[in-house]
């Protein structure tokens, strides 16, 4: 197979040299500012060997970091003498006979960037001390015949829009400066800097409440670029805060203008819906509970707050803008799930199976109040990218369009006029858009009780009908419970005037799943599985939680109470028509029929109409047509999520079961493009033993090779699969997935495969 060679950081991607230069020609040569001599980190050691282009540096991601300078040292110039005896930092004076450079001159590429980072990969503040890291081109491949330090120092790099770039720590310890100058003050090895920061990369970092979003969005590099707010008076006659005052109070009289205030809020909302909305996702991903899933976490049946995310990916994702309806099933809609099932489960009660200190502190990140602040600012953003695809994807109404200026979204929120007086009429009942949408709930209900869907076709058609059964479980855990805690939620609150039986209906339901808890306990306990909340976060598919998120957004949004209504009488049908289907197949592939199924109530054409009259009847009467259209949204949206799901789902089992045809495809397609000399980038990665692959979809099919080491591959929790020297897999796009390095290390390539070359395999 003819492969070129790839560095992530740029387009075009050269072939693998041939020969191995010295470390003067690999991952180095950048200079950095000394308090008492010119610094050059080892990046790496003179004593090590590595392959690659060499790597400049340059200060281009320093707030406020004036342009370099243009002058550099000849590389042949020799450098002042370690052991020479430095001279006093006071004295002006220089011995004349000593070559020495400019303490503020760079040696930069302009193709390279030095960042300074603390043990969390995260950009210092000015005066901060951190890691010197150099990434971008020409940056080193690796260490010659060590791969364990390779992984170690070439480590990902998430500051890259390139997926599988790297970025080389140089072990070099320094303090970024307000003029933008990197101060070089030792190596993170010597003690005196152990305590900075020396841990390990993955260590956890806890969230404190002070390390809020509003602060860092008011920081010199935010998008926000917000003032401080003004002085009080007193402060700015005498340039000092006076004795006992505290800062003015918006409005309180002799106060300054609260406008400061106030802007403020305007930015950080303004931030929502602009180039700052991105960074409020990034911060809330930061939290330490969302950190990138270490070796033994597969499963984290012990700790409900352990959900790990990837924030490393979002450095090329962008929730700024709304997810495109081909794209739902892609990196950011994983991840974009992920991060709101986190935003709503925080509001819910989730108890470890028995006290341990893992779940302790991750309980104090996930539950704290930073968190908190950081998803409230986070949660429209994601739903908007999430969810706003829907909208395009609903059916035309039947019967009699919708008047003009109806509003789905405002139906609860006080509709008046003709819209809500003489709306009740034209929409009540018998009305030709309320028999337009019983007719759509009646076929609605024909065709899910005729085909329940292609995933329980799939699973009667597997291989290895517990494996799949497993996992088909699975992903009912990943929205079941959280359907019904979001109908739950809907509940609350004094509405029995306007609906006087809507309550009952929504808590009923949450009541019946109370009182199948046993059951539910049993039918996860016959596939081994147990029922805490998260246990299986990492083997969730995308579409499984969207279900729930889904109903937890228009729970949590009063306004939408019409399309919650809507989502949940789609949630009554569905489970009613699946019921049976959900049996057979549990039987089939667990031996044993389950209990829980057998309870669900029974839906009919009579119910679906009986649920009409009592949940949407009252809204029409209030709001008029827009409550119906509104409710009708919901039921398709959630309809239409539903669908999304049974296909992913029935994808990812028929996958995941012929695990050994695509091992075979993947080395079809590697003899074809040796036969036809076909040149393809690698996207290479070397993982330690100490990593682990945060389960993810590829947004593009991939041909994993295994160069050297061994690693388990794995896509459910009943078994992982072994790959070693020279196996290789094929990994369709979108398919769910994650890896463990068992041998020291594990080097191995990720080419990209066209749709037209994956097809003809």
């Not at 006290?355 to 991750?362: F, I, K, S």
């Amino acid at each position: 197979m003819e492969l070129k060679g790839t560095l992530p950081m740029v387009a075009s991607r050269p072939s693998i040299p041939s020969a191995h230069p010295s470390r003067d020609d690999a991952a180095a040569g950048y200079e950095l500012t000394s308090p008492e001599t010119t610094g050059s980190g080892a990046a790496p050691g003179a004593e090590d060997t590595t392959t690659g282009a060499t790597a400049g540096a340059g200060l281009d991601d320093a707030p406020g970091a004036p342009p370099p300078n243009t002058e550099t040292q000849d590389p042949n110039t020799e450098t002042q003498d370690p052991n020479t005896e430095t001279q006093d930092p006071n004295t002006e004076t220089q011995d004349p006979n000593t070559e020495t450079q400019d303490p503020n001159t760079e040696t930069q590429d302009p193709n390279t960037e030095i960042r300074v980072l603390d043990a969390d990969y995260d950009p210092v503040p000015v005066g901060g001390v951190g890691e010197v890291f150099i990434s971008g081109l020409p940056l080193g491949w690796a260490f010659r015949d060590d791969p364990r330090r390779t992984a170690d120092r070439f480590v990902p790099d998430p500051f890259s829009p390139i997926p599988g770039s790297r970025m080389y720590a140089t072990g070099d310890v320094a303090r970024l400066r307000a003029d933008g100058e990197v101060e070089f003050l030792g190596s993170a090895d010597d003690q005196d800097w152990q305590h900075t920061i020396h841990q390990p990369r993955r260590e956890r970092k806890p969230m404190t409440p002070d390390q809020t979003t509003l602060s860092e969005l008011t920081s010199p590099d935010s998008p926000l670029d917000t003032a401080p707010p003004a002085p009080s008076a007193a402060e700015a006659a005498t340039g000092q805060a006076q004795p006992g005052e505290t800062a003015a109070r918006p409005g309180a009289s002799g106060s300054a203008d609260p406008a400061g205030f106030d802007d403020l809020a305007r930015r950080v909302e303004a931030a929502q819906d602009g180039p700052g909305a991105h960074a409020l996702v990034r911060s809330f991903a930061s939290n330490p509970a969302f950190r990138p899933a270490e070796w033994e976490e597969l499963t984290t049946e012990g700790d409900p707050y352990r959900r790990p995310v990837r924030p490393a990916d979002l450095a090329w994702l962008n929730y700024g803008r709304p997810l495109r309806p081909e794209g739902v099933l892609k990196l950011s809609g994983l991840l974009g799930h992920r991060m709101l099932r986190n935003i709503y489960d925080a509001d819910l009660l989730y108890l470890p199976p028995s006290r341990n200190g893992a779940a302790d502190r991750d309980a104090a990140d996930f539950y704290g109040e930073a968190n908190r602040l950081r998803a409230a600012l986070a949660q429209p953003i994601l739903e908007r990218h999430l969810f706003s695809f829907l909208a395009d994807q609903r059916p035309a109404p039947p019967g009699d369009p919708v008047e003009p200026g109806a509003d789905s979204a405002a139906a609860p929120a006080g509709a008046t006029g003709a819209a809500g007086a003489a709306g009740a009429v034209g929409a009540g009942a018998g009305g030709p858009l309320l028999g337009g949408l019983r007719r759509e709930l009646h076929g609605h209900w024909e065709e899910r009780r005729d085909r329940p869907g292609d995933a329980f076709a799939v699973l009667r058609g597997t291989r290895d009908r517990r494996e799949a059964t497993t996992f088909a479980l699975l992903q009912l855990s990943a929205y079941l419970p959280a359907a019904r805690a979001a109908i739950a939620r809907a509940s609350l609150g004094e509405y029995d005037l306007a609906q006087p039986a809507a309550r009952a209906r929504l808590l009923g339901d949450y009541q019946r799943w109370v009182a199948s808890s046993a059951d539910w306990t049993a039918l996860l306990a016959a596939a081994q599985l147990t029922s805490g909340a998260g246990a299986y976060w990492q083997l969730y598919l995308n579409t499984s939680l969207a279900r729930g998120n889904h109903l937890h957004q228009l729970s949590r949004s009063p306004r939408r109470h019409a399309e919650l209504l809507g989502a949940f009488v789609h949630q009554r049908l569905d489970d009613a028509a699946v019921a049976v289907a959900w049996a057979d197949a549990v039987e089939d592939g667990l031996g044993e029929r389950p209990a829980l199924f057998a309870s669900v109530p029974a839906v009919t054409p009579a119910v679906l109409d009986d649920l009409l009259d009592t949940l949407l009847a009252p809204l029409l009467a209030l709001y008029g047509d827009a409550a119906l259209t509104a409710f009708r949204d919901g039921f398709a949206d959630a309809a239409h999520l539903a669908c999304l799901w049974d296909r992913d789902l029935a994808t990812q089992l028929a996958w995941a079961d012929s695990i050994d045809e695509y091992k075979a495809k993947a080395e079809a397609i590697d003899a074809y493009l040796k036969a036809e000399r076909i040149a393809v980038d690698l996207d290479t990665f070397v993982e330690s033993c100490d990593e682990t692959s945060t389960t993810h979809v590829h947004d593009e099919h991939r041909l994993v090779m295994i160069e050297s080491g061994d690693m388990h591959f794995w896509n459910n929790v009943t078994h992982k699969i072994a790959l070693s020297d020279g196996d290789k897999i094929l990994i369709p796009k979108s398919r769910l997935h994650g890896s463990t390095v068992l041998s020291g290390s594990c080097t191995y390539h990720q080419p990209i495969i066209p749709d037209d070359m994956y097809l003809r395999f």
